[in-house]
């Protein structure tokens, strides 16, 4: 992982927040010593939740895979993490990530929330503050590939005003939103 580079203050995308049931969060850019609750995180998520994420059921976590995760250079590859708990008790409860694609201004979303922390808003905060990020990043547009059986994706999707349209060739759903100065 990069360190981030001078210019981005990370303080300034780091706050407290709350989810719709009133428990604290902290939303945070991924930080170079985020490796093991980043295992940890892809331990806790259910078989079904890590297929919905990553489209296998991903039963080993290998190391090139975990580096893949850990990768961001806060600019064309950034990731937002939800937390609960404090120093050596923090873990991530969600994690919203992109990175750039080969089409210009555009950036690729992949979010995840762990199973027990679901339905509580954590993935609208967090794909929220990552427009933002995006948007100040130069992208002008977020997209992302869902399955068709993922209703809860689709259904967040539709909620954010992503458009989503059925590419049958890959039996998948693709989803994207313009990023404007309205975020
Ligand atoms: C999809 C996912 C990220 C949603 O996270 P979340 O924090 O539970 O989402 P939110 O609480 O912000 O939900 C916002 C809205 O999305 C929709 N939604 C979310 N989960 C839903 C579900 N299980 N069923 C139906 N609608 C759902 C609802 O409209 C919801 O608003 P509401 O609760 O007021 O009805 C989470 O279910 C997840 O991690 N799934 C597995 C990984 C995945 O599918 N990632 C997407 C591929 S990139």
Redesign the pocket.
Known sequence: MLAPPPTLKLDEWTWATAT?DGTSITVRPLRADDERREIAFIESLSEQ?RY??MFTPLKYLSPQLLSQFMDVDYDRRMALVATVGAGDQEMFV?VARYGSTDRQEQAE?????TDA?????????LIGALMRFARSHGFHELA???LPE????L??AR?LSFTIEHDPAGHIMKISRRLDDSL
């Open positions: 719709r939740t919905f994420r969600g979303l992949g979010v995840t929330v922390w679901q339905r509580r808003g954590i993935a609208t905060i992302g590939m869902v993922n209703h809860a994706m259904a967040l909620s």
